[in-house]
């Protein structure tokens, strides 16, 4: 069983940067990707940025493209995802999330990231 504990979400200016971090608590070794979602108001939530854990491919939203950078150090059960040159349409909540081998994926509960212009 894994569970996840998002921090790090808050208030930028445009232009600016936040890091938000996810730790991880349970199997490590049941994780096999690495994931950064968010949810806008009145909208679904959509993928940003993966990463899978053991040979560290990455991909990106075209919208985060050169902005966002998704890492994680698995062994230490840490995830984190650096967010550049932000723009008020980043404005969200932003979920990690973790894709286990055999069971369902497991999901953090959200933080609130608030980008004005």
């Known amino acids: 069983q894994v569970q996840l504990v998002e921090s790090g979400g808050g208030l930028a200016q445009a232009g600016g940067s936040l890091r938000l971090s996810c730790e991880v608590f349970?199997?490590?070794?049941?994780?096999?990707?690495i994931a950064w979602y968010r949810q806008q108001p009145g909208k679904q939530r959509e993928l940003v940025a993966t990463?899978?854990?053991?040979?560290?491919?990455?991909d990106y939203a075209d919208y985060v493209k050169g902005r966002f950078t998704i890492s994680t150090d698995i062994l230490r059960g840490t995830m984190d995802l650096q967010m550049n040159s932000l723009k008020p349409e980043d404005t969200a909540v932003y979920f990690c999330?973790?894709?286990?081998?055999?069971?369902?994926?497991?999901w953090g509960q959200g933080t609130q990231v608030t980008v004005s212009s």
């Open positions: 990463i899978t854990t053991e040979e560290g491919i990455t």
């Open positions: 349970g199997t490590v070794s049941s994780i096999v990707n």
């Open positions: 999330n973790a894709g286990l081998r055999d069971s369902s994926p497991a």
